[in-house]
């Protein structure tokens, strides 16, 4: 076995990734880099402002089409068989529910382990049910997806320590 093919392997799903970006996004390439020096990662981004930042230390980056979160669907099924093909079983998906509840589907057929990382503040930002029916509907639904992906999820992933009992 070649250095290379021991080497621990990543595949890092992002709902986002563009040039430029100020968001909460704006450390991941830093952590990539970080990241790819003990491992190959391979990097699936869901949706992109059209050109992904340099990533260096990444092995591969896969960019969906600008579709929905279903039509994506089946792209993310067959990154995720190509990962575990190539001998990776660890996925972490960074707060994209879509993405994390069509992984932990199949992970049990491929023999993924999936990481689920949220932060869960958007609990604290319901509007009230009397005056944004369909928006407070969007939200309970989203939720309720969102508690069965932390459960069948391999391990959920948090903010800082202080937010545990949160």
């Not at 958007?122 to 009397?130: C, D, E, G, V």
Request: proline residues 7%.
């Amino acid at each position: 076995m070649t250095k290379a093919a021991s080497r621990p392997r990543l595949l890092y799903v992002l709902p986002y990734l563009g040039t430029g970006d100020s968001s909460h996004m704006a450390h991941v390439p830093a952590l990539l880099e970080a990241l790819g020096a003990n491992c190959d990662i391979d990097v699936v981004v869901q949706r992109s402002s059209g050109i992904a930042p340099p990533l260096p230390g990444v092995a591969r980056v896969h960019i969906h089409p600008q579709v929905g979160a279903i039509r994506r669907l089946p792209d993310l099924w067959r990154a995720a068989w190509r990962f575990r093909r190539a001998g990776g079983r660890t996925v972490f998906v960074r707060i994209s529910i879509s993405a994390a509840l069509a992984l932990v589907v199949i992970a049990p057929l491929l023999g993924l382990r999936v990481f689920y990382w949220q932060s869960g503040q958007s609990r604290n930002l319901l509007p009230p049910w009397r005056t944004h029916l369909v928006a407070r509907l969007r939200l309970e639904l989203e939720h309720a997806l969102q508690r069965g992906v932390i459960r069948f999820a391999y391990r959920f992933v948090t903010g800082p320590e202080r937010m545990a009992t949160y």
